[in-house]
């Protein structure tokens, strides 16, 4: 099972950032990494898991041996003497193969119980993943921030020039710094969300919140997507936990059958004898010594049959339950697929506007040389590329999002 764990991780992580340089994937990787061995969730589940498995030595067990004693108060007279104490010891055995049954039926939670184990992490991976990538955008976003505060100051510095010379008016120049005010807001706020999801980051990882993560400066849009195996949803570890669960009805019915079979017991009476002082023979004061042989029958008992009819309800509502559950994540995979290829069509769009923008503004500084602009066009050109370079971020981080949610559904 160990080795199921680590290539699954493994499968994940080199999926995740196949599209990163990797010296970014092995940062990526080494947070996971750590999340991984540290969250408390993925402990939960295994600390879980090895308390199932421990149940087997728990069932591995018969009935326990009765021993019992009796004192005769008044003793009894026999043909050999009086009877004093009474000593017995009884064994009731489960019928042949019963307790192997019980041992099958515990493995088998314990399976479906590991499949927790696999989820858990998988959901982790997607988690780090995601947040990781939001911690990214939010950079970025504030890095093109910053990048446009500084060309305001440009155009501040060209705003002053003009209206020296009488080209611009001062209401051109407030205006500017005004834009500048709304910008320096928004990289505020950015930060503020930054630290926000730099702690949510932080807790899935369990460490202290002000721990600072670093992210990658940029990530490219991929040439092309990586293939997409629907195939590969059936092996879905939220599918194979529902195939567990339907083995773990059948082995509990099979220990039903076992437990409604008879039960045998064996045991030994004792009785201590005493001798008769008035008569001398061969078996005076003789002791008593009795084996016995008993079986217990369910013959008025309705609770086995009870058993079955629930055995073969819960297996039919364990195969609707992951019917619904396999509709819902191809739904969920249909949805992550359009939405990729929605963030890579954005993406295309805001690349050729950005380059259309980056055109009018080299216009418009041409106009400038020739003693001509307009400071309105300025800002309106400006907030155009601000919205274009902020909106090709945000499909850079939806694709990548959106492949981390493929990547916990196929791989």
């Keep these: 099972m160990k080795y199921i764990k680590i290539n699954i991780k493994t499968v994940f992580v080199l999926c995740a950032l196949c599209f990163v340089l990797s010296a970014q994937s092995q940062e990526l990787e080494t947070l996971i990494n750590v999340a991984l061995n540290n969250n408390p969730e993925i402990q939960k589940f295994e600390l879980q898991y090895k308390r199932v498995s421990e149940k087997v030595n728990e069932v591995n067990t018969i009935p326990n041996t009765e021993f019992g004693v009796g004192y005769f108060v008044s003793e009894p007279e026999t043909r050999t003497g009086a009877q004093r104490f009474k000593v017995s010891a009884k064994q009731m055995l489960p019928w042949f193969g019963t307790i192997t049954s019980r041992e099958n039926y515990i493995s088998s939670l314990a399976d479906a119980k590991y499949e927790d184990i696999v989820i858990a992490k998988r959901k982790l991976m997607a988690s780090v993943s995601q947040s990781y990538y939001n911690l990214y955008a939010n950079k970025a976003k504030q890095m093109v921030l910053t990048e446009n505060i500084k060309l305001l100051d440009t155009y501040e510095t060209l705003a002053l020039t003009s209206v020296e010379v009488g080209k611009a008016s001062a209401v051109d120049v407030l205006r500017l710094q005004m834009r500048q005010n709304e910008m320096q807001q928004l990289k505020d706020v950015l930060s503020q969300q930054f630290l926000a999801e730099q702690t949510n980051f932080n807790k899935l990882l369990n460490r202290k919140n002000d721990i600072a993560v670093t992210v990658v400066d940029s990530l490219m849009m991929p040439s092309e997507d990586f293939e997409i195996t629907t195939e590969n949803l059936a092996l879905h570890p939220e599918l194979l936990k529902y195939d567990k669960l339907y083995q773990s009805i059948e082995q509990s019915e099979l220990l039903n059958q076992k437990e409604s079979s008879p039960i045998f017991g064996f045991g030994l009476d004792y009785i201590n004898v005493s001798e008769r002082p008035d008569m001398s023979f061969s078996d005076n004061g003789k002791d008593i010594v009795m084996p016995m042989v008993s079986v217990s029958i369910p013959i008025f008992n309705k609770k086995y049959k009870s058993q079955t ?14 019917q619904e559950r396999l509709n819902t ?20 769009t805001q690349t050729k506007n950005l380059k259309q923008a980056k055109v009018a503004e080299e216009i418009l500084i041409k106009s400038y040389e020739t003693g001509t602009i307009d400071f309105n066009d300025v800002l309106d050109i400006q907030e155009l590329q601000l919205k274009f370079q902020m909106n090709q971020i945000e499909s850079v981080k939806t694709y990548y999002v959106q492949s981390t949610i493929i990547n916990y559904l196929i791989q």
């Design 309 to 322: 009819k629930q055995n073969e309800l819960e297996q039919q509502e364990i195969t609707a339950q992951k």
């Design 329 to 348: 994540l191809e739904t969920l995979l249909s949805k992550a697929n359009n939405e990729r290829i929605s963030a890579r069509i954005s993406y295309a």
